[in-house]
């Protein structure tokens, strides 16, 4: 079975680019969650997403965004890069019972 | 103060010690705890939820003090494939169905041989 896909793995961007990050949940969960992990830190909690609607925002500027597909796939985007963005994005994916999320393996931005 | 607070790193022992984690969380209305581990530059993953019971996976035992809001990991025997970051998590439920996980910081183990 396929675990939690994120695309790209890698990625720079110079500042004030934006972004676009993609994720594909382990079949048959409807929840997507986005999370930001800085250097030296856990990760912080972006947005939270369950049949295609927004569930929950972390403290994360306008910037940032996101959406959920008919797949349950997401996407997070963010704009007006700023060098503090660069970091790890990783995205968890949950069934519909409360319980441990699964994480994929991150897409790790670079701002430069 | 943080959300979640974790014992500040590193711990480096030796094979076959026994190390124990400690975490506090700030929100007495946390419903879900658990270990994730991470390794370098990769995903976090689960290592075990935590309950008030107390629960043992192997050599490890998790352990959850609700009226204290301390959670604990302990590592019996340690081997040198137990070295990476573990990460203390608090499941949130914000609103609805939504749920967040909160993230300690971290503490970083590594095994020597």
């Known amino acids: 079975d396929a675990g939690v896909t994120q695309s790209p793995t890698h990625l720079i961007k110079t500042r004030g680019q934006h972004v676009t990050l993609r994720c594909s949940p382990i079949s048959g969960h409807k929840s997507v969650s986005w999370y930001q992990q800085v250097l030296g830190q856990g990760p912080q909690f972006i947005f939270q997403y369950y049949e295609k609607e927004e569930r929950g925002r972390g403290n994360f500027p306008d910037r940032f965004s996101a959406r959920q597909f008919p797949n349950y796939s997401s996407e997070l985007n963010v704009n007006a890069l700023l060098l503090g963005d660069s970091a790890l994005y990783l995205c968890a994916s949950s069934p519909d019972r409360p319980g441990g999320y699964t994480f994929g393996s991150g897409t790790r931005l670079t701002v430069v | 103060r943080k959300e979640v607070e974790q014992d500040p790193g590193p711990f480096n022992v030796p094979e076959g010690a026994t190390v124990a984690f400690n975490c506090t969380y700030s929100?007495?209305?946390?419903?879900?705890f658990f270990w994730y581990r991470q390794d370098c530059r990769k995903e976090p993953k689960l290592l075990m939820s935590?309950?008030?019971s107390g629960n043992e996976d192997g050599r490890f035992t998790a352990q959850l003090n609700r009226a204290s809001q301390y959670i604990s990991l302990l590592i019996r025997d340690s081997k040198l494939s137990d070295s990476a970051t573990y990460l203390c998590v608090v499941n949130d439920a914000t609103s609805g169905s939504a749920r967040q996980l909160t993230f300690g910081s971290g503490t970083q183990l590594t095994v020597l041989p």
């Open positions: 929100n007495s209305a946390s419903q879900s």
């Open positions: 935590v309950y008030s």
